[in-house]
């Protein structure tokens, strides 16, 4: 690890002032992301802002009866509090897909946000990577692709976006809290996590000087209460996604698709709110048919870079399995309502 | 009054006496013994390259010198030359032809991954800093790696400057069935083919596969004038002490005798060099793992020596995950095809086997890919091709039932798919086919491989299974069952042992053997209690010291078979030495005898006037009673001239699940039944067993490292992204055990199980994948995407 | 290029305040190894993918490669060496010796200490992806998947996980953790 000078500010205004007055500087949270990417020599910072002491680390009722998820509440804290278990089933089950049980008690919810690919040729400083460094090219699109995105990537990057926890925040429109020297800002989940485009190496809307406080969920519902998260992977446990899937499902009084949420992670750059799928879902029949052909929807324009190529057949099924658990779900919960 | 054990211990479930160590986390492995120094020691890190073929430039290693801590950058510009004497004959465990990489030596560079400087600093983590600032550029040549192309050239010819495909340029003498031939053939394996009422032809893959112990090899390393002194994470103490000798061309006589009880190098004792003062020992008395990675002795391990020597001071050097993939070898990737004919009947009538597999262009690594096949089966027609493909990449090493596991996974598969080509249920196949006598016509030792077919049959349910693919649905999953024979060489070499009786009613013995997880240290205890007529408590074993007695390699399953054996024999000749005092002494009830008509029973002298046990006679004696024994073959026991083929054989049975959207595939049960001779201790046996059958199943379904095809690096290097099993994914397992001792091999009767458990896991799985989906899939592991 | 400082810290490690002088790069793995000679918590992978390196901090498993010590400062560490040693196992120990729930032993002290978390965890009613409905009257009887999805950040190569889950599951009806 490169030297750098550590720093453990009290406040959300004297940790601002350490980024503002040092150019260089990281936001520290749990570090089981940049820990490792420190390791690796991939960062680099001259210097570590300690966020750990911030008064960010609680969860809250919002007015509306959301909840506002502090920055520092842990992995462990979201998925096991009791209203996101209730009323947020997709959030507490994707965050427990997540890792393991070690990772997530460290595991913030802003780093969480803010982690970095598991794209082998970004974590591995000897290879080209626009990402790292912007310019140098991706080995990755005629290397092993096989963990690479199909969706949205673009000639400079096919990385992923390798969070579960996102995924789920994202199809349950979550806003993003960020304070800057400009103050305050809030940000639509969707919008937070950038496509790659030319500048891979700009990966989401947040500024170097600015810090993410919170992350807010809306008020529940049945979809969000009735919700579910699918994820495939190469092992039963701690690993990522190749695909994974956020679903949400609420029935009108004739069984037909009332409202739905959609979100895919393993397929993107960012996690992949499937907006389109979501119309051609609402107000349709709760099949299995209209599930497949919503995640067919979602892979029209998909691009397989040969070892992902299979990907592209996974995310309609997978998209299919997760709607056939939600309306499962949903039917259960108006059974019981009846 | 001393204490006496008068019930049976060998074959009886034994905790591991290591067991309150090692939960405790009190065990100390070779890295540990930093707790040992002080700020004196020095910490060592790797540099290792990128570029897979070429010739060092430039190396600029002016910051990482000026950097905080740091005592020296160690290049192959600066480093000293080492003698690195090679032995006249080599050990097993390392290439016969080629030289190992020396690094540091030279300015080539073989693969990516490879170590060219050694930061040494005074923190771990100055060294790590300083080790990124060592800039190294390589004026870089075409590197190859693909082995689907190359092993389609030509064969090499002698004049040919570049590398070739080739048979290996040392094939083991006399062709035995568990020596190294390149190519066997027996009848007329094409024309039976041709002809035969069913075929198959399948060509096969596996991937490279990496050991990956937790434990990450690790050396300690300090000088007292000319003597050294390693803490190496090592399978093989002696090897080691014996390479570090020879690299620093220390020899002295003790070294010398050593190596003739290795029996690797008579003509050494007469090239005595060096200072008569020196002297090298090794010490490991834990070893975390390795599973084969610890046999040999790598590059590591004598550049921390060097640097050691160089500094003056204790150094300590530990791989990171990511060397751990090009550093200690791997289970090598190859190319396999099969084919196999059978009659109407499902006799086997031609069995033709081809193998062709990476090895580095500097070592020619091989292993016992085809000699599975020929023994396996009855057939009247065999040949079997082995082909090596040097390209770009380390040598590879053993890893748990090298070559075997390999080997008998496509055989296993393909006769899967010859069962389902003839219509015939597959452990009928199987049964048909056992055979009695390896295909060179030499029978086997003792062989029980269809009561395990039955008792592994009856244990997954076998008889309740539809023979039709994709007839077992359950909600979303496809379900199915496989089978697998196993198969691995029972073998066996010198080993020494000494026991040493106290006055205080206890013993020790000491062997420099290994123990990587096996329990070598429980079953050896065991062997010396039960030998001695001790409780387990008054017997202390130690191993993994090279000043111990002579220990054969701790790998090819065969510690048990060869360490047991002089255990015993060294415990026998100290009650010898009891029995010749006791006669003699007038205070002994046995006072008199002759000392043949003194037995030992339940630890009790028994004479024709009298008894005392053994322990009390050791007391009266009033010193420590000393005596060691070493027997076993100087060879390898499958080189040896035999009457028998010794092996040992078994099934496992899987049932899988295969999501039929998803494609996720999962085991579900597993049923291991192997028949290994004499089981020692049935506890630390089913955990080898079922150690063995985890390995198999990441075999199968998601194990591989991937080579980039254009960095020719490991793209995954990572355990995050080079997946091992998780306790998730780990089923239900079974280990049982059929068979009898097998005497012909050594006095207990033990063959060893370590290897056996992981051969035939990956094929019961493919092959129960294949019956769940009807999907055949040939290329391992067998990931979701090839079954969507 | 100036050294980096050192950072002081005090951590309590298995009950006692230990003052350290820091390089800010230490790992609390390599700050334990290392600095104070206690060896049990292992270091396998150095990056959160094995597991061996698993302590309590602040009652809390975590993978102790990825905390730099310096962030450690007034908190609380439990190694292995905290949980019991040889001649005064904790309950879990004895039962991973009696089931085999290892062969080398060296990811063996970071199953342990996963294990005594997971105890705490499920009486405290903490889900894992299993069920996130579960519900602390439910912990003690927890399955064999709920063991083995709550074990499964500990790789264990030589494959004793039969063993470590029966230790486990005699752990989890005999042992009452303190509610976490």
């Known amino acids: 690890m490169t030297p750098f000078t550590y720093h453990k500010p009290a406040s959300v205004a004297d940790a601002l002032a350490l980024l503002a007055d040092r150019p260089g500087a990281m936001l520290l949270g749990g570090g089981t992301n940049l820990v490792d990417l420190m390791r690796k020599g991939v960062e680099t910072p001259d210097h570590l802002v300690d966020v750990q002491d911030l008064p960010l680390g609680e969860i809250s009722e919002t007015d509306d009866g959301g909840l506002r998820i502090g920055a520092l509440v842990s992995n462990t804290a979201l998925a096991a509090h009791d209203r996101v278990r209730r009323d947020y089933r997709m959030l507490s089950e994707a965050t427990l897909a997540g890792a393991s049980q070690q990772l997530r008690n460290r595991a913030t919810t802003g780093g969480n946000l803010l982690q970095r690919t598991r794209c082998y040729y970004f974590t591995e400083p000897g290879y080209p990577c626009n990402k790292r460094e912007p310019g140098s090219g991706c080995p990755a699109k005629d290397g092993f692709n096989r963990i690479h995105a199909i969706l949205g990537e673009s000639d400079a990057c096919i990385a992923t976006h390798p969070s579960d926890m996102c995924v789920a925040m994202s199809a349950l429109d979550a806003v993003v809290e960020i304070t800057g020297p400009g103050g305050d800002r809030t940000v639509p989940f969707p919008d937070f996590h950038l496509l790659p485009g030319d500048t891979p190496n700009v990966e989401t809307v947040l500024e170097p000087d600015e810090i993410i406080t919170a992350v807010t969920l809306p008020p529940p519902s049945d979809l969000s209460r009735q919700s579910v998260y699918v994820k495939v992977r190469d092992r039963q446990s701690y690993a990522f996604a190749l695909v994974s899937v956020a679903a949400g499902l609420a029935l009108g009084a004739d069984g037909q698709v009332e409202d739905v949420r959609l979100a895919l992670g393993g397929v993107a750059h960012k996690p992949w709110r499937a907006f389109d799928a979501e119309s051609l879902l609402r107000g349709g029949p709760a099949s299995d048919d209209a599930f497949r052909q919503a995640g067919q929807a979602i892979v029209a324009d998909a691009t397989g870079y040969g070892h992902n190529d299979f990907k592209i057949p996974l995310a309609p099924r997978t998209v299919a399995v997760a709607l056939g658990k939600a309306l499962a779900r949903a039917q259960r919960a108006s059974g019981d309502a009846r | ?788 | 290029m100036s050294p980096p400082s050192t950072v002081s810290v005090t951590i309590t490690v298995n009950g006692e305040a230990q003052r350290l002088d820091l390089d800010p790069r230490a790992s609390l793995l390599d700050t334990l190894r290392l600095g104070l000679d206690l060896n049990g918590t292992k270091k396998g992978c150095n990056q959160g993918a094995c597991g061996a390196c698993t302590v309590l901090l602040d009652g809390e498993r975590v993978n102790a490669c990825l905390v730099l010590a310096v962030t450690c400062d007034g908190q609380k560490v439990t190694t292995v060496e905290g949980i019991g040693m040889p001649d005064n196992l904790h309950p879990l120990q004895d039962a991973f010796v009696e089931h085999d729930g290892f062969q080398c032993g060296y990811c063996t002290p970071g199953q342990i200490v996963s294990g005594v978390a997971l105890l705490a965890e499920a009486a405290s009613g903490q889900p894992s992806v299993v069920d996130v409905d579960l519900s602390p009257d439910s912990a003690a009887q927890l399955s064999d998947e709920e063991i083995s999805e709550r074990m499964s950040g500990n790789i264990c190569r030589c494959g004793a996980y039969p063993g470590i889950r029966a230790a486990l599951r005699q752990a989890a009806q005999t042992i009452q953790p303190a509610r976490a």
């Open chain 2, 1 to 788: 009054m001393t204490t006496t054990q008068t019930t049976p211990i060998i074959g009886q479930a034994t905790r591991r006496v290591t067991g309150p160590l090692k939960v405790s986390g009190q065990a100390t492995y070779a890295a540990e013994f930093s707790k040992d120094f002080g700020p004196e020691l020095a910490h060592g890190v790797l540099v290792t390259t990128m570029a897979a073929s070429g010739r060092i430039s430039s190396i600029d290693t002016e910051q990482a010198e000026a950097a905080p801590g740091v005592v020296k950058v160690f290049t192959h510009l600066n480093a000293p030359e080492l003698p690195y004497e090679e032995p006249v004959m080599r050990p097993q465990v390392q290439p016969q032809v080629g030289d190992p990489l020396r690094p540091l030596q030279t300015d080539q560079i073989f693969f990516s991954g490879q170590t060219v400087a050694v930061v040494v600093a005074e923190t771990l983590e100055q060294a790590e800093h300083a080790a990124t600032l060592v800039r190294v550029t390589v004026d870089e040549t075409a590197a190859d790696t693909d082995l689907h192309a190359a092993h389609q050239r030509p064969e090499a010819d002698e004049k040919q400057d570049t590398p070739r495909v080739s048979a290996p340029k040392k094939p083991a003498e006399n062709g035995k069935m568990t020596g190294r031939p390149s190519d066997v053939t027996v009848g007329d394996p094409d024309a039976a083919f041709e002809s035969a009422a069913h075929t198959v032809d399948l060509d096969v893959e596996i991937k490279t596969l990496v050991n990956h112990p937790i434990e990450p090899h690790a050396t300690i390393a300090w000088w007292e004038g000319n003597t050294l002194t390693v803490h190496d994470k090592t399978q093989w103490v002696d090897n080691a002490r014996h390479k570090l000798a020879l690299a620093f061309g220390i020899r002295q006589e003790e070294i010398d005798l050593k190596v003739d009880a290795l029996n690797t190098v008579k003509d050494a004792v007469e090239g005595v060099l060096g200072v008569q003062e020196s002297s090298v020992r090794v010490i490991t008395p834990f070893t975390g793992g390795g599973f084969g990675s610890g046999l040999r002795t790598w590059p590591h391990t004598f550049l921390t020596a060097m640097a050691a020597r160089e500094l003056d001071r204790p150094v300590r050097l530990v791989l990171t995950r990511a060397e751990m993939f090009t550093s200690v070898g791997h289970r090598p990737h190859n190319l396999q095809r099969v084919r196999l004919a059978a009659d109407a009947d499902g006799r086997l009538q031609s069995v033709i086997h081809e193998g062709w597999q990476e090895t580095s262009l500097y070592e020619e690594y091989t292993m016992n890919l085809l000699n599975t096949t020929r023994m396996a089966y009855a057939t009247p027609n065999l040949r079997t091709t082995y082909r090596l493909v040097p390209l770009n990449i380390q040598t590879p090493t053993s890893m748990r039932a090298p070559g075997e596991c390999s080997g008998a996974h496509a055989l296993e598969v393909a006769m899967d798919a010859l069962a389902y080509e003839i219509g015939m249920d597959p452990l009928e196949l199987r049964r048909r086919n056992n055979a009695t006598h390896d295909v060179q016509g030499t029978p086997f030792s003792s062989k029980h491989l269809a009561e395990a077919y039955d008792l592994g049959a009856e244990k997954i349910g076998w008889a309740d299974r539809p023979l039709a693919p994709r007839s077992m649905r359950d909600g979303d999953d496809w379900v199915g069952l496989g089978v697998s024979s196993t198969f691995y060489p029972a073998n066996r070499m010198k080993a020494s042992a000494s026991a040493r009786l106290l006055p205080d009613g206890t013993a020790q013995v000491h062997s420099a053997a290994s123990d990587m997880g096996p329990g070598t240290y429980v079953s050896m205890t065991m062997v010396a209690a039960d030998t001695l007529g001790l409780p387990l408590d008054k017997v202390k074993f130690a191993l993994g010291d090279s000043d111990f007695p002579h220990a054969p390699v701790h790998g090819g399953s065969m510690t048990m078979a060869s360490v047991g054996p002089a255990v015993k024999a060294a415990c026998e000749a100290a009650i010898q030495a009891v029995i010749e005092l006791a006669v003699d002494d007038d205070a002994s009830p046995l006072a008199g005898a002759s000392a043949d008509d003194v037995r030992l029973e339940h630890g009790e002298l028994i004479g024709p006037g009298g008894r005392e046990t053994l322990m009390a006679a050791v007391a009266r004696h009033g010193e420590p009673v000393e005596a060691t024994a070493s027997l076993g073959p100087n060879k390898l026991q499958a080189l040896m001239p035999s009457d028998y083929a010794f092996h040992s054989y078994g099934c496992v049975f899987a049932r899988v699940r295969v999501d039929a959207r998803t494609g996720e595939p999962r085991v579900e049960k597993v049923v291991a039944v192997n028949d290994v001779g004499k089981v020692i201790n049935p506890t630390t046996a089913a955990s080898q067993t079922i150690g063995g059958v985890v390995m198999g199943i990441g075999m199968a379904l998601m194990e591989e490292a991937i080579l980039d095809p254009n960095f020719h690096r490991y793209a995954n290097d990572t355990l995050a992204e080079y997946h091992a099993l998780t306790n998730r994914d780990a089923p239900e397992i079974e280990a049982h055990f059929v068979g009898e001792p097998d005497y012909e091999l050594n006095p207990l009767g033990a063959r060893g199980v370590g290897e056996i458990a992981t051969v035939g896991t990956s094929s019961a799985v493919v092959n129960a994948i294949y019956h769940a989906t009807g999907a055949r899939v040939l290329s391992l592991p067998a990931t979701l995407d090839k079954l969507l």
